[in-house]
């Protein structure tokens, strides 16, 4: 099951985090939590591990809206976007895929705030992509 919306890219890591966090804002999106995988296994564990960040990004209107459906939705928000470095050097912007997500709460009400937060997340990984592989415009 595909669980997650996502593009691939070529830069440097910490410009296409930069990209994508100017994305989510551009769509309305704070990031609330911005987690280094890398680092924190690192300091954690003693393991190394690729370049790899967790941004927990909420839409408020669309949060409250949501909340104000179901309110056990809070259990599935923040909505994460990774970025990871792959093995062959690409970088992966991924994001949670919306309806998937809240098709758990099996609510109705929630399909219409799901569908805008797939829309604006789609125009998120359009706009990193455009940015660092222009040609690709798919």
Do not use: H
Request: glycine content about 6%; some cysteine.
């Amino acid at each position: 099951m595909e669980y997650t919306i996502q593009t691939t890219v070529t830069g440097e890591f910490d410009d296409i985090v930069e990209a994508t966090n100017a994305a989510l804002t551009d769509e309305g999106f704070g990031v609330l939590c911005d987690i280094d995988i890398q680092a924190t296994l690192k300091e954690k564990l003693g393991e190394e591990f690729r370049q790899y960040r967790i941004l927990g990004a909420c839409n408020p209107p669309l949060a409250y809206e949501g909340l104000t459906e179901e309110i056990e939705l809070g259990a599935l928000l923040p909505c994460n976007v990774i970025v990871y470095e792959t093995d062959d050097g690409d970088i992966v912007v991924s994001a949670v895929d919306p309806e998937q997500l809240v098709g758990i709460a099996d609510n109705d009400a929630l399909d219409s705030i799901a569908t805008e937060v797939t829309e604006r997340f789609d125009r998120v990984l359009a706009a990193v992509r455009d940015e660092f592989d222009p040609a690709s415009e798919a």
